[in-house]
């Protein structure tokens, strides 16, 4: 018997890529222990969201109204997850881009600091959103 995979959506796939990227960026220099740690929580958080936000197959073929509203309370229930964490993420990108453009205003405005206001707002901007405190309450 042959294992079925989904197909990868070249897309995702990129993602997944700039994500490794960036916790590699910010893991730079840190214990082997720290960057493995800090892959296993992408990964279990990847595959949590894959499953929260799975549809059950099957179930959109039948007439009986009972289903029918059933699915339409399940598919609601997931778009309104989907839209709170997509605003908190929204906000936290926001918050993001206004540190790291403070940051390129220090700089040209012609102060140094040997780099340190850089590489602490490269570690935030490189951290995963707070969308997981969110999930958390939400559960």
């Known amino acids: 018997m042959r294992t079925q995979h989904a197909p990868i959506d070249p897309v995702e796939r990129d993602i997944a890529a700039v994500q490794l990227d960036e916790l590699a960026l910010a893991h730079n220099g840190q214990p082997w ?3 493995k740690d800090a892959v296993l929580q992408w990964h279990l958080r990847a595959l949590a969201t894959a499953r929260a936000e799975a549809w059950i197959p ?3 073929n039948h007439q009986d109204p ?7 309370r399940f598919h609601g229930h997931h ?7 997509l605003r908190v993420e929204n906000i936290e990108l926001r918050r993001k881009v ?4 403070k940051c390129a205003l220090f700089y040209a405005s012609g102060a140094t600091d040997a780099g340190r206001r ?9 951290t995963p959103p707070a ?3 969110m999930r958390e309450s939400s559960h």
């Open 131 to 133: 969308i997981e405190n």
């Open 58 to 60: 099957g179930l959109s």
């Open 79 to 85: 778009v309104r997850i989907a839209i709170s964490r």
């Open 98 to 101: 206004l540190d790291a453009t």
């Open 118 to 126: 850089a590489n602490t707002v490269l570690r935030e901007l490189l």
């Open 66 to 72: 009972v289903v029918e509203e059933a699915l339409n």
């Open 33 to 35: 222990t720290a960057w």
